[in-house]
Every structure is written in structure tokens, then in C-alpha cells.
């Protein structure tokens, strides 16, 4: 069984830019997270989409968003980057827990 | 104070060694435990997953979950230089809703 996948894997981006993130969930699951680990600070919770819906976000500000395409997979947005955005954004999917991809390591210079 | 504190290390044990890491949490509606290995620019991977309380053993891991102190436990046996790695715990009412303690970095040396 093919696990979470995630694209691109490096993102490279000046202040200002937007950068547009990829998942693709297991087979079968319909839930998608977004994490964001920036260095020293853990998982921080992003945004959670089921059945296509956004079910839940976290405390960051409206310049993130996303989206839940039919087929499940999901795309995570980042409007006027800032320097601090730069982080490994992670996707997991859902079934009994939460298996995560590989995450998209992106630079905001 | 944090809904979940975990001892970020690092922690550096000989080959061989037994270790023990740890997390607390501060909310009684936890039911759900996991812990997850991380290497280093890799995403996180699980290793252990526990409902409620009591342990679970898998090879040479076992996770303790103890709800009465909100303390849990994940101990390596017979550690291999292959297991530094950073683990993080993570916990919640459900596995939809999951709060990750901010990782301990293990090394384990030859």
C-alpha cells in the first residue's frame, strides 16, 4: 500500500510569493492534516479537511488555506510569505491514526 | 503551560542501552496515545499507537500510558545507533484531534 506523498519536496520562495503545497492521502482515506514543524517549535496543527469540507484550522492567520479535491488529495496555500514561514509542512492521512508523508521542506528568503 | 510537555533531550545512550522517554499532559480527555519516530528531514513515522490506559509491547518497544498521573512512557530495549532518531508523542479524545509534544532528540552511539 502506497503511504501519504507529498509535492514538491524542497520549495524555494521570496517574502511576498505565494507557494502551493501537494498531498496525496492513502488509499481509502478521506481525511487530510496539515502540520506545519518549524525548527525548535514541534507540530504545529494547521488545517484538518474531510469529505472534502475544511473541518477544522489552527491558530494561524487567514493567508493559509487549502483545499480538498474530490479524489481526496489536497492542496495547502501560503498567500504574502513571510521569512518565518519557512518550515517542513507536513500532510497525514487518516484512518485508525494519523500516517504522515514526507513532507515539503519550504525556504522563504 | 503546555497541553503536552515532553523533555526535549537530547539524550545520548552507548548501544545496548534501555530508554526511556517520556510525556506528560494536562488533559483528562485523552484517550488516544502515539508515538512517532522522526529522522532527520524525514516525516514522522509511527511506531506506537495505545487506547486508554496500560501498556503495549511491539519487538523491543513498549509504550506505558498511566491516565491516573497523565504520564507516558516509551521504553527501547537493546537501542541501535539505527534508532537516533527524534520521537515525538502525540495524544488526544480522538485521532482526529492529536496534540504533539515538541519531539526528544535520541542518539544512540556505537
Known amino acids: 500500500e502506497a503511504g501519504v506523498t507529498q509535492s514538491p519536496t524542497h520549495l524555494i520562495k521570496t517574502r511576498g510569493q505565494q507557494a502551493t503545497l501537494r498531498c496525496s492521502p492513502i488509499?481509502?482515506?478521506?481525511?487530510v492534516y496539515w502540520y506545519q514543524q518549524a525548527l525548535g517549535l514541534g507540530l504545529q496543527f494547521l488545517l484538518w479537511?474531510?469529505?472534502?469540507?475544511?473541518?477544522n484550522r489552527g491558530n494561524f492567520p487567514p493567508r493559509f488555506s487549502g483545499r480538498q479535491f474530490p479524489n481526496y488529495s489536497s492542496e495547502l496555500n501560503v498567500n504574502a510569505l513571510e521569512l518565518e514561514d519557512s518550515a517542513l509542512y507536513l500532510c497525514?492521512?487518516?484512518?485508525?491514526?494519523?500516517?504522515f508523508g514526507p513532507g515539503t521542506r519550504l525556504l522563504v528568503l | 503551560q503546555k497541553e503536552v510537555e515532553q523533555d526535549p533531550g537530547p539524550l545520548s545512550v552507548p548501544e545496548g542501552a534501555i530508554v526511556s522517554l517520556n510525556c506528560t499532559y494536562s488533559?483528562?480527555?485523552?484517550?488516544?496515545f502515539m508515538w512517532y519516530r522522526q529522522y532527520s528531514r524525514k516525516g514522522p513515522e509511527l511506531l506506537m499507537y495505545?487506547?486508554?490506559?496500560g501498556n503495549k509491547e511491539d519487538g523491543r518497544f513498549t509504550a506505558q500510558v498511566d491516565k491516573s498521573s497523565k504520564y507516558i512512557s516509551l521504553f527501547i530495549r537493546d537501542s541501535q545507533p539505527s534508532d537516533s532518531a527524534t520521537y515525538l508523542c502525540?495524544?488526544?479524545?480522538?485521532?482526529?484531534?492529536?496534540?504533539f509534544g515538541s519531539g526528544t532528540q535520541l542518539t544512540v552511539l556505537p
Open positions: 497525514a492521512s487518516l484512518r485508525d491514526t494519523q500516517y
Open positions: 488509499s481509502g482515506h478521506t481525511s
Open positions: 479537511y474531510d469529505e472534502g469540507e475544511e473541518r
Open positions: 488533559n483528562s480527555a485523552f484517550q488516544y
Open positions: 495505545t487506547y486508554s490506559s
Open positions: 502525540a495524544m488526544g479524545p480522538s485521532a482526529r484531534q492529536l496534540t
